[in-house]
């Protein structure tokens, strides 16, 4: 008899995400265990939980997602449960990380970019690249080959951002920019032809008069759906909508796709026992749908 699909919700928020699990739902999984406020420690006898009750056979139908607003937190989390899976004796179940939404959103974001220009090509800013979403939205970027500048209101932060995706990703062409200033952002933004804000929630990253600045832009994607947006003259609902040549995405625009894929993401785990999906395998997921 086929077992039920089980979805493990690992949260590092005292309430897991009420979100994750409604997104889940609708994925159709069957039964979802939440547990919140889970700390590394603990993360040992969940992952047993889950790889040592059903046969070999049957551990597809049990996954793993590991979420919560703290994405350093639920990074750890993500570190610990692959830790303790046993591949060598087949006792491993698949797992998504997707903490904040910052894998289905930058892949989201990446994906919409990729509809307009050919990414080994593209030059592009990440304006807040050194956010979660941002770093992520950059290292994906930079694995297709565009240049990417990465900005911070801190060089330093910028540099550090840079260096760790040089880390993960081969000859990463990746530039740190500050853009503290007015006149640093109008600088950083010259020349591109992709704009991604990245910014925190509420906090305005660009304006229209910087933006128009820029006469090579083709695409500007704004992530921030909290007034003021971080985008000046991009709604907040806008898809593929064209503004001064350039094709404008918003955070709720772009939030249809990420659904998308946050439920397909959800779906592949339960395709076989042995599926990492960290933000590029969720990337490679979205480019397939
Ligand atoms: N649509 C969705 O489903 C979805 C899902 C997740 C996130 N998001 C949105 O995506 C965006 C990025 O998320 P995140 O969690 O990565 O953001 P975050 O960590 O809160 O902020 C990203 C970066 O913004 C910069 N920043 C913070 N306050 C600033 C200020 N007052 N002025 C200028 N820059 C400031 C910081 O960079 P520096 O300190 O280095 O300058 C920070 O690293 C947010 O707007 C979030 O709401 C959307």
Known sequence: MERRTILVQIDCDPLPSVFDRVVAVDAGVEEIFSYGGVRPEQVRDLVHGAIFTRGVKHLKRTALFIGGSNVEKAEELFDEARRHMLPDVGLRVSILFDANGCSTTSAA???????????????????????????????????????????????????????????????????????????????????RNLVIAAGAAGVRM???????????LRVAIDLNAVPPLGMEGVDYRDHAVLR??????????????????????????????????????VYELAASL
């Open 244 to 281: 001064n040549d350039a094709f404008c995405y918003g955070a709720i625009g772009i939030g249809a796709t990420k659904m998308k894929i946050h439920k397909a993401a959800i779906s592949r785990l339960f395709q076989s026992n042995d599926q990492v999906l960290d933000v590029e395998e």
């Open 109 to 191: 974001a990446v994906y919409s970019a990729a509809q307009h220009l050919d990414l080994s090509h593209a030059r592009a800013l990440v304006l807040g690249g050194t956010g979660p979403v941002g770093q992520r939205v950059a290292r994906l970027l930079a694995r297709q080959g565009s240049e990417v500048r990465i900005a911070s209101r801190k060089l330093d932060r910028a540099m550090s951002v840079c260096e760790a995706i040089r880390q993960k990703v081969n000859n990463a062409r990746v530039e740190p920019v500050e853009t503290s200033s007015s006149e640093g952002t109008v600088a950083a933004l010259s020349g």
């Open 206 to 216: 660009l304006t229209e008069e910087q933006r128009n600045k820029c006469s090579d």
